[in-house]
């Protein structure tokens, strides 16, 4: 049996190479993240799969589990590590090698398999490793899924067993690029700039663009994990200003940018605009509920106001609930709900059946914009985006913010928020219409302004949102109504960006 996991271990020490190291901030709430090895090392992986197989069996459920790994140098070695204590714990695995997250995801229902463990940093910087992990497909791990396996990994209480099995599928990647490619071509010759960040989605996506009629620009598709040009992440303006010089220089009719797990899609359209994922899902709603009348949609507290206001959604019937910003989270409320699509501002869209299988994948959310664009063949994207109303939208900010601080600084944000409104007062000059708590605090404003705080869910940040539907002002009042708020902790570090 391994022993109990330490969080003080140092890497070329004696001690990192006998004993696991795992550092307790890893368990975030949906996934885990670590730097790798300062934050865990390849005994503590092993501790990790231990206590996974542990927790498929309180739970009842088939210790059966697909495994797969991104493109990053080490991560071959950090499923290895994962692999041998899921194995030791008596779990079936299924390796699918080299994939997606949501490769992964599909696995689990082409495999008939219950559980899943990507090993993925998504668009975390290099020297981060982390897994995303679920057991009841479409599902991935809640809060009450990682703090029990937390409990299990630290105290030591993970469990051997007998039956460990390792099954190799060497045929995942086709499988999934045929089930994406097996529907009706494109009416629409489409040329679309296909943007990777050099990260996993490279090897993926435009064999898939290409197999439903696109004509494909490769951006960046090459596999390297240094990331030489910038972290494969399309909700970073640097991913998205490159997109934006290729379409215009190949006149594409769109870009598609794909995160390192491919589980994200960002959009700029034929005039080289960045088109921030919340408006993209406005855009996809409008053109879905016209084919599906009635249908409920869920956004991220994160995303535009539009979801509940926009005209042309009202007169489709469309109803849009608003909830806690994580895949996680938003993957379980949309299918809670039934709703058709669930829309999240960092770009994660989940399609429930019949358009999807309910998890997040981005060459899902590339079909369906490519869909949305053959459906109107005399409207360009630039079109599209023109005839929604007119708001005025920050990217999303992201200062520095320990983990271990974050979550504090935010509770004392809401509360400052709450008391303001409680008694009557004033924010960048207008009363507090609403206040939304259930993920950080989203404060509107009187004419619809409005501005959320969180903390991050993955990494050592925190998050900044601002909108408004009146003027670039009335926008840049709220942030600096908040800036002016989190400068008063000065736990809080530099943002990636400001307005």
């Not at 996974?52 to 210790?63: D, I, N, Q, S």
């Not at 379409?247 to 960045?274: P, Q, S, T, W, Y």
């Not at 004033?426 to 993920?439: E, H, K, P, Y």
């Not at 989190?486 to 943002?495: I, S």
């Amino acid at each position: 049996m391994l022993p109990r996991p330490r969080a003080d271990l140092k890497p070329n020490t004696a001690d990192f190479e006998r004993f696991p190291l795992v550092k307790p901030t890893g368990f975030r709430e949906y996934d885990a993240r670590w730097l790798f090895p300062q934050e865990i090392n390849l005994m503590g992986l092993t501790a990790v799969g231990l206590g996974m197989a542990t927790l498929f069996a309180e739970r009842g459920v088939p210790k059966r589990i697909v495994v797969g790994h991104d493109y990053r140098w080490y991560s071959g070695s950090v499923k290895q590590a994962l692999m041998t204590g899921l194995l030791a714990g008596g779990c079936e695995v299924h390796d699918i090698g080299l994939a997606l997250s949501p490769m992964a995801y599909f696995a689990q229902f082409d495999l008939d398999v219950e559980g899943v463990a990507m090993v993925t940093a998504s668009h975390n910087d290099n020297g981060w490793t982390g897994i995303k992990m679920g057991l009841a497909r479409p599902l991935t791990f809640g809060p009450d899924e990682m703090s029990r396996l937390k409990d299990i990994v630290l105290s030591g209480g993970f469990k051997t067993a007998d039956g460990g099995r390792y099954i190799f599928v060497p045929d995942m990647a086709e499988r999934y690029i045929a089930a994406l490619s097996k529907r009706p071509k494109l009416k629409r010759r489409l040329k679309v700039v296909a943007a990777c960040g050099n990260g996993t989605a490279g090897a993926f996506a435009p064999q898939v663009l290409e197999a439903i009629g696109c004509e494909v620009v490769p951006l960046d598709c090459e596999l390297d994990h240094s990331f030489p040009r910038y972290n494969p992440n399309p909700e970073d303006m640097k991913m998205l200003h490159a997109i934006s010089e290729a379409v215009i220089a190949h006149k594409a009719d769109v870009g598609l940018g794909f995160d390192g797990d491919g589980d994200r899609c960002g959009v700029v359209d034929n005039e080289g605009h960045e088109i921030f994922a919340d408006t993209v899902g406005v855009m996809l709603a409008r053109d879905i509920s016209a084919q599906y009348p009635n249908a409920t949609f869920v956004a991220d507290v994160k995303s535009t106001g539009l979801f509940m206001t926009d005209p042309v959604l009202q007169a489709n019937g469309a109803k849009a609930l608003y909830w806690k910003t994580g895949h996680s989270y938003m993957k379980r409320y949309t299918f809670e709900q039934k709703a058709l699509v669930g829309f999240e501002k960092s770009g994660h869209f989940f399609f429930q059946p019949p358009l999807g299988r309910g998890y997040d994948d981005g060459l899902v959310a590339a079909l369906a914009v490519c869909d949305m664009l053959d459906r109107a063949p005399d409207k360009s994207m630039a079109d599209l985006r023109r005839a929604l109303p007119k708001t005025y939208q920050s990217p999303t900010m992201s200062p520095h913010c320990d983990d271990e601080k974050k979550y504090g600084i935010v509770d004392q944000i809401v509360a400052e928020y709450e008391g303001i409104a409680k008694a009557g007062g004033t924010i960048a000059g207008q009363s507090v219409r609403d206040l939304v708590t259930v993920n950080g605090v989203r404060v509107t404003l009187a004419d619809g302004t409005w501005g959320l705080v969180r903390a991050s869910s993955n990494k050592p940040e925190l998050v900044i949102v601002v909108e408004s539907p009146v003027s670039e002002a009335n926008k840049i009042a709220m942030f600096r109504d908040i800036e002016a708020r989190l400068a008063k902790h000065p736990e809080v570090g530099e943002y990636n960006q400001k307005i």
